[in-house]
């Protein structure tokens, strides 16, 4: 991702928290991740977020969606003898598509929104808006979407280690970098 994007991007999910009334400092935003998942599609497949704490034992993140943007299906797994991740998310403005491998008879006919533009294998819908929670038990295979408005998450979780999840999708590079 060339880095005039990732800037432009910051900025955009930089509105996102102000819309949800959340306050970050100039370091929290100047450090502000923008993953596009190596796939070059920041507006279809991505995630901004910033990360507060991650320590041994705890997580806490911000994470913004563009409308229709999705984070792709991916599980959180066991990483040095560590159970994976647990890790619950809150709505804080706009609405949120979450799709998790908790009800097998799940299909995609069923679901709210459209296919996004990466492999997904689970239906299991649950729609949170603003105020909502849901929490994911490790090793749940899920993928959210941002609404028609996009979306800020809040997320607490076990200690973090993103860079070791495992994508459906093949293509999907969890740490890119970006170029300027």
């Known amino acids: 991702m060339k880095k005039a ?18 306050i970050l400092t100039a370091e ?7 993953a596009d998942f190596g796939l070059n599609m920041i507006e279809d497949v991505g995630l901004q977020l910033v990360v507060y704490v ?10 913004v969606l563009l409308p229709g943007q999705c984070c792709p299906e991916h599980r959180h797994v066991p990483t040095n003898g560590q159970e994976g991740k647990e890790e619950t998310f809150r709505c804080r403005y706009g609405k949120v598509y979450l799709y998790t491998d908790t009800d097998p008879s799940a299909r995609q ?20 808006e603003p105020g909502q929670q849901f929490t994911l038990l490790p090793g749940t295979l ?7 408005e996009g979306a ?4 607490f979780s076990t200690h973090s280690t993103d860079e070791t999840d495992e ?11 970006i170029e300027d």
């Not at 991650?54 to 994470?63: G, L, P, W």
């Open 5 to 22: 994007t990732a800037d432009k991007q910051r900025a955009i999910a930089s509105a996102y928290f102000k819309k949800a009334h959340i």
């Open 28 to 34: 929290e935003e100047a450090n502000m991740e923008v």
């Open 54 to 63: 991650n320590t041994d034992r705890v997580c806490a993140k911000e994470m």
């Open 109 to 128: 006919e069923d679901i709210s929104i459209s296919l996004p533009k990466t492999d997904v294998t689970v239906f299991t819908e649950t729609i949170l």
């Open 142 to 148: 899920h993928w959210f979407v941002g609404g028609e």
């Open 152 to 155: 800020v998450i809040s997320e």
């Open 167 to 177: 994508f459906t999708d093949p293509r999907i590079v969890r740490n890119p970098e």
